[in-house]
């Protein structure tokens, strides 16, 4: 499917690919320059206005990279940040992740991958820039010279240049391919929160998103799938709705039947009254119960693959007839974006044009030329805004119908799912069942445990190549080892082939296995009768850098302080997206199991934080998400189907369910590797108010929803 060659830093740093047509992410569209900017790099490009163009591989779905990564590149080039603009990359090798030679945007890797790219591409152009000046200036060196806010300037004499007047000729420079990365100790962006770049525009009304976009002569299409997973049209007829107003044709597609119309509610009321019926595939009559029974069958048979070994667990946990066993599940989820899939295509026999809100960059072109049967460089991706991402706009299903449509129409065709159409036609996060056992010593630690995981696949349908039998990484991560001190663990997977359809969800992996890991551990602590903080923390003596996070969540939280009658305080700690957390949840709960929350506390380490502001409101916004998580999320199947359909049967978390006190606390682990914030942020609420359930009432909760025990949140 795709070229895996490796790209060198010079191709990285300085390789142009196909014609930019894109929207300017100030939000409004790309300003008219005087002239056509100077291109440095493959990522820099500066107007004779002395305006710095960064372009961006990553889309915006909320976590704020449309700011973050032009401000590492804007400090390392020293631009003027006021003058500085961003716009979207091309879909070319150039710009694709280059830990996996992949163009996307998900598993928390923007600024993790991407920082280092924009240090990098913001050196190659100072170099640029300064050996420029240094060439108008007799017997100028370049060591005597530096940049800021938009000027080279000349030290000994404090002559000046603008980044305009030297742009054209700097361009024309070889390109360093080990630019010196600038050694500054009071950077003017990084470390410090500015004000976020896409938020005027989304508050302004500016902001386009997906379902904000149109082009000339664009129509729109409704889709109707087959209700049951595999099914496919039996028959449809056309002419029961010839002659409707505005109504242009029903055409197949995958699956399903679209009408195309003038406006969107033509197309919507049309497919409503088109003839159409289904017919079931083979997977048809499979059900919750029967995934139950699958999931239970894969638990207690022999196929399995040692996924992480670690000393000798299994002959140690067998050998002890003490040994503690529990079993934890977490349900299939659905992405409920508040923008439901979308997408707008033109194809035509000179291109093919795709404007989407998307995650999957290369696999949407990808898709766009199979379909097409055009060259690559013919089929032109621009990305817009996304009402929320999670994982889901990784997949280009969504994508293929527009295309499909525009070239049976003959326009550009804009698809519009419907909420209901979205819910029942997701990629869900697979459900989970893990059994886990632990040997304890004479301190009531563990010193051996073994862990079993079944989960169908995450990672397959957005798989850049094919996953080996039986493993799948974004599945089993959270489990393949912690920063607990225990001498002996094993994790064995097994991966069930499932008829429902599943993909990656927010916090991937992490977020069922952390659950169970989690809850298994303060299992573990309630038999060792100890503190479920000091408990985990004498797991932790080897560990300052986990300790730190550890203790200043225990601290902040007030965790020795006693608490009244049916309150307590849950508490997880884990690694993630390669960022050291520690959450803690204090709620109330009656004799109804109605639960208030009264504060929540999150500690996290990322290795470094860019922006403090930004970093805040990612993890406080998966800690939202982390309670509809924990108390409400779950898909049920019935009859080859999902059986919800819209908000009122999966439900997300209101402001008033929410604790009135969140608070978040950030250490900056300079020098470690570099974590991600964008997914994490959720993962560790479900445990810890599991955790905290059982802190206030004595019930331990080992399967989510936490509303399949009776629980909810009070009513105000």
Same mark, same amino acid.
């Given at each position: 499917?795709?070229?895996?060659?490796?790209?060198?830093?010079?191709?990285?740093?300085?390789?142009?690919?196909?014609?930019?047509?894109?929207?300017?992410?100030?939000?409004?569209?790309?300003?008219?320059?005087?002239?056509?900017?100077?291109?440095?790099?493959?990522?820099?490009?500066?107007?004779?206005?002395?305006?710095?163009?960064?372009?961006?591989?990553?889309?915006?779905?909320?976590?704020?990279?449309?700011?973050?990564?032009? =401000?590492?590149?804007?400090?390392?080039?020293?631009?003027?940040?006021?003058?500085?603009?961003?716009?979207?990359?091309?879909?070319?090798?150039?710009?694709?992740?280059?830990?996996?030679?992949?163009?996307?945007?998900?598993?928390?890797?923007?600024?993790?991958?991407?920082?280092?790219?924009?240090?990098?591409?913001?050196? $190659?152009?100072?170099?640029?820039?300064?050996?420029?000046?240094?060439?108008?200036?007799?017997?100028?060196?370049?060591?005597?010279? *530096?940049?800021?806010?938009?000027?080279?300037?000349?030290?000994?004499?404090?002559?000046?240049?603008?980044?305009?007047?030297?742009?054209?000729?700097?361009?024309?420079?070889?390109?360093?391919?080990?630019?010196?990365?600038?050694?500054?100790?009071?950077?003017?962006?990084?470390?410090?929160?500015?004000?976020?770049?896409?938020?005027?525009?989304?508050?302004?009304?500016?902001?386009?998103?997906?379902?904000?976009?149109?082009?000339?002569?664009?129509?729109?299409?409704?889709?109707?799938?087959?209700?049951?997973?595999?099914?496919?049209?039996?028959?449809?007829?056309?002419?029961?709705?010839?002659?409707?107003?505005?109504?242009?044709?029903?055409?197949?597609?995958?699956?399903?039947?679209?009408?195309?119309?003038?406006?969107?509610?033509?197309?919507?009321?049309?497919?409503?009254?088109?003839?159409?019926?289904?017919?079931?595939?083979?997977?048809?009559?499979?059900?919750?119960?029967?995934?139950?029974?699958?999931?239970?069958? &894969?638990?207690?048979? %022999?196929?399995?693959?040692?996924?992480?070994?670690?000393?000798?667990?299994?002959?140690?946990?067998?050998?002890?007839?003490?040994?503690? /066993?529990?079993?934890?599940?977490?349900? *299939?989820? =659905?992405? $409920?974006?508040?923008?439901?899939?979308?997408?707008?295509?033109?194809?035509?026999?000179?291109?093919?044009?795709?404007?989407?809100?998307?995650?999957?960059?290369?696999?949407?072109?990808?898709?766009?030329?199979?379909?097409?049967?055009?060259?690559?460089?013919?089929?032109?991706?621009?990305?817009?805004?996304?009402? @929320?991402?999670?994982?889901?706009?990784?997949?280009?299903?969504?994508?293929?119908?527009?295309?499909?449509?525009?070239?049976?129409?003959?326009?550009?065709?804009?698809?519009?799912?419907?909420?209901?159409?979205?819910? /029942?036609?997701?990629?869900?996060?697979?459900?989970?069942?893990?059994?886990?056992?632990?040997?304890? @010593?004479?301190? @009531?630690?563990?010193?051996?445990?073994?862990?079993?995981?079944?989960?169908?696949?995450?990672?397959?349908?957005?798989?850049?190549?094919?996953?080996?039998?039986?493993?799948?990484?974004?599945? /089993?991560?959270?489990?393949?080892?912690?920063?607990?001190?225990?001498?002996?663990?094993?994790?064995?997977?097994?991966?069930?082939?499932?008829?429902?359809?599943?993909?990656?969800?927010?916090?991937?992996?992490?977020?069922?296995?952390?659950?169970?890991?989690?809850?298994?551990?303060?299992?573990?602590?309630?038999? &060792?009768?100890?503190?479920?903080?000091?408990?985990?923390?004498?797991?932790?003596?080897?560990?300052?850098?986990?300790?730190?996070?550890?203790?200043?969540?225990?601290?902040?939280?007030?965790?020795?302080?006693?608490?009244?009658?049916?309150?307590?305080?849950?508490?997880?700690?884990?690694? &993630?997206?390669?960022?050291?957390? =520690?959450? %803690?949840?204090?709620?109330?709960?009656?004799?109804?199991?109605?639960?208030?929350?009264?504060?929540?506390?999150?500690?996290?380490?990322?290795?470094?934080? *860019?922006?403090?502001?930004?970093?805040?409101?990612?993890?406080?916004?998966?800690?939202?998400?982390?309670?509809?998580?924990?108390?409400?999320?779950?898909?049920?199947?019935?009859?080859?189907?999902?059986?919800?359909?819209?908000?009122?049967?999966?439900?997300?978390?209101?402001?008033?369910?929410?604790?009135?006190?969140?608070?978040?606390?950030?250490?900056?682990?300079?020098?470690?590797?570099?974590?991600?914030?964008?997914?994490?942020?959720?993962?560790?609420?479900?445990?810890?108010?599991?955790?905290?359930? *059982?802190?206030? /009432?004595?019930?331990?909760?080992?399967?989510?929803?936490?509303?399949?025990?009776?629980?909810?949140?009070?009513?105000?």
């Amino acid at each position: 499917m795709r070229d895996h060659t490796t790209i060198d830093r010079r191709s990285f740093l300085s390789g142009v690919g196909a014609l930019v047509v894109g929207i300017s992410w100030t939000g409004k569209p790309g300003r008219a320059q005087s002239s056509a900017p100077s291109r440095l790099t493959a990522w820099v490009s500066i107007s004779t206005d002395n305006r710095v163009t960064v372009r961006l591989s990553q889309s915006e779905i909320g976590q704020g990279i449309t700011t973050t990564l032009p =401000a590492i590149l804007a400090d390392e080039l020293g631009a003027d940040w006021s003058r500085v603009e961003t716009e979207n990359s091309p879909v070319e090798k150039e710009y694709q992740n280059p830990r996996i030679h992949w163009m996307f945007t998900g598993n928390s890797e923007s600024i993790q991958t991407f920082s280092d790219v924009m240090r990098q591409a913001g050196a $190659a152009a100072r170099e640029m820039l300064i050996a420029a000046a240094v060439a108008r200036w007799p017997n100028a060196k370049s060591g005597d010279c *530096f940049t800021q806010d938009n000027k080279v300037v000349h030290r000994p004499s404090k002559r000046s240049l603008g980044f305009g007047e030297l742009a054209e000729a700097a361009s024309r420079l070889p390109l360093s391919e080990h630019p010196k990365l600038r050694v500054d100790t009071n950077p003017s962006l990084i470390g410090r929160s500015i004000p976020r770049r896409d938020i005027p525009s989304k508050t302004d009304g500016a902001a386009v998103f997906g379902i904000d976009f149109k082009v000339p002569g664009m129509v729109y299409a409704a889709v109707r799938q087959a209700p049951m997973f595999g099914g496919s049209v039996d028959t449809f007829d056309a002419a029961s709705i010839a002659g409707r107003p505005g109504v242009i044709g029903a055409f197949p597609i995958p699956n399903g039947v679209a009408v195309v119309a003038e406006h969107f509610w033509q197309a919507k009321t049309a497919l409503e009254a088109l003839q159409v019926s289904f017919k079931a595939g083979p997977d048809s009559a499979f059900d919750s119960a029967s995934i139950e029974n699958q999931y239970r069958s &894969a638990l207690a048979g %022999v196929s399995w693959g040692a996924i992480f070994t670690k000393g000798d667990a299994p002959k140690m946990v067998a050998g002890d007839r003490e040994a503690i /066993t529990r079993e934890y599940s977490s349900p *299939f989820q =659905a992405h $409920a974006t508040m923008e439901p899939m979308n997408c707008t295509a033109s194809v035509t026999k000179d291109g093919c044009d795709i404007w989407a809100p998307t995650q999957g960059q290369e696999l949407t072109k990808i898709i766009g030329g199979a379909l097409t049967k055009l060259p690559p460089e013919k089929v032109r991706v621009h990305w817009t805004f996304s009402g @929320g991402g999670f994982g889901r706009r990784l997949l280009a299903d969504f994508v293929a119908q527009a295309v499909i449509l525009s070239k049976q129409s003959g326009r550009p065709v804009k698809v519009i799912w419907t909420r209901e159409e979205d819910m /029942t036609h997701d990629f869900y996060r697979p459900a989970t069942l893990t059994k886990l056992s632990a040997s304890r @010593g004479t301190d @009531g630690r563990p010193t051996a445990i073994t862990a079993r995981l079944v989960s169908s696949t995450q990672l397959r349908p957005v798989s850049p190549g094919p996953l080996p039998a039986n493993v799948d990484p974004r599945c /089993t991560e959270g489990l393949e080892g912690s920063r607990y001190s225990i001498d002996n663990f094993r994790l064995d997977y097994n991966r069930p082939e499932l008829a429902a359809p599943t993909s990656v969800l927010r916090t991937t992996g992490f977020g069922p296995n952390i659950f169970a890991f989690e809850s298994f551990i303060d299992e573990l602590a309630h038999e &060792a009768r100890q503190d479920p903080y000091k408990f985990r923390r004498a797991l932790l003596l080897h560990d300052p850098r986990g300790l730190k996070v550890l203790d200043l969540a225990a601290e902040k939280s007030g965790w020795s302080k006693s608490l009244p009658k049916g309150a307590g305080r849950g508490m997880a700690f884990y690694e &993630a997206f390669d960022t050291i957390m =520690a959450q %803690v949840v204090e709620l109330m709960v009656d004799k109804e199991k109605s639960v208030k929350l009264r504060k929540i506390v999150t500690v996290a380490d990322p290795g470094k934080i *860019f922006d403090p502001g930004i970093a805040t409101s990612n993890l406080e916004g998966g800690v939202v998400w982390g309670l509809t998580s924990a108390m409400k999320s779950e898909i049920t199947f019935a009859k080859g189907a999902a059986v919800q359909t819209n908000f009122d049967g999966y439900d997300m978390v209101h402001m008033w369910e929410t604790a009135p006190v969140v608070e978040t606390y950030l250490l900056n682990g300079e020098g470690n590797k570099l974590g991600g914030l964008g997914e994490v942020g959720p993962t560790g609420i479900p445990p810890a108010f599991a955790n905290a359930i *059982f802190a206030a /009432t004595g019930e331990r909760l080992r399967s989510l929803p936490l509303s399949r025990h009776g629980y909810s949140f009070a009513q105000i």
